[in-house]
T-cell receptor, first 112, second 111 residues
Framework: DTGVSQDPRHKITKRGQNVTFRCDPI?????LYWYRQTLGQGPEFLTY????????KSRLLSDRFSAERPKGSFSTLEIQRTEQGDSAMYLC??????????FGQGTRLTVV | GQQVMQIPQYQHVQEGEDFTTYCNSS?????IQWYKQRPGGHPVFLIQ?????EVKKQKRLTFQFGEAKKNSSLHITATQTTDVGTYFC???????????FGPGTRLSVLP
């Protein structure tokens, strides 16, 4: 148990539907990251927050993707109008500045 | 943009043999981290290297950061079946805040 919780663990959705994932980081961690990982690849950066501020977004993050961390605690990642190419493992990680990242178990999204 | 590459992509070894994976960045890094991901699991932090030429050891694992801070290596001595998994390096570029992961090296250990 790394202390970072993600919900749900698995999500199957039909193409065109919206999905939302939640991440609860380790409580004292001020930085929260979202990554996407496909089979056989390394985690691919999507976005990160420092407290409630979203400081960086990957160019890979299309307009269909949005992330929030409203009170600097938990975060949500929403994908609108899902496409089959969105099928992947979505990983959340948290850390304190200068230290290692702790990853959650991930949410596996399958778009059918 | 910054790219982080790793070789080899796969490595199959007999239990007891040594294993090395190499990580190369297209840009100078301020630090580098190594993670291990077991099949079906999530990445788990192994170590962070910060200084040029730094070498750190964890039991049978030896990590090295290159003098130019653009490459790193992980060496495992006398592999065991528990070493099975994918090893990722993740580089933090100078003045950057985001770690860029390499594609990983998948290690299989045959008993």
């Amino acid at each position: 148990d790394t202390g970072v919780s993600q919900d749900p663990r698995h999500k199957i959705t039909k193409r065109g539907q919206n999905v939302t994932f939640r991440c609860d980081p380790i409580s004292e961690h001020n930085r929260l990251y979202w990554y996407r990982q496909t089979l056989g690849q390394g985690p691919e950066f999507l976005t990160y927050f420092q407290n409630e501020a979203q400081l960086e977004k990957s160019r890979l993050l299309s307009d269909r993707f949005s992330a929030e961390r409203p009170k600097g605690s938990f975060s949500t990642l929403e994908i609108q109008r899902t496409e089959q190419g969105d099928s992947a493992m979505y990983l959340c990680a948290s850390r304190l500045i200068g230290t290692e990242a702790f990853f959650g178990q991930g949410t596996r999204l399958t778009v059918v | 943009g910054q790219q982080v590459m790793q070789i080899p992509q796969y490595q199959h070894v007999q239990e007891g043999e040594d294993f090395t994976t190499y990580c190369n960045s297209s840009t100078t890094l301020s630090n580098i981290q190594w993670y291990k991901q077991r099949p079906g699991g999530h990445p788990v932090f192994l170590i962070q290297l910060v200084k040029s030429g730094e070498v750190k050891k964890q039991k049978r694992l030896t990590f090295q950061f290159g003098e130019a801070k653009k490459n790193s290596s992980l060496h495992i001595t006398a592999t065991q079946t528990t070493d099975v998994g994918t090893y990722f390096c993740a580089g933090l570029r100078n003045y950057g805040q985001n770690f860029v992961f390499g594609p990983g090296t998948r290690l299989s250990v045959l008993p």
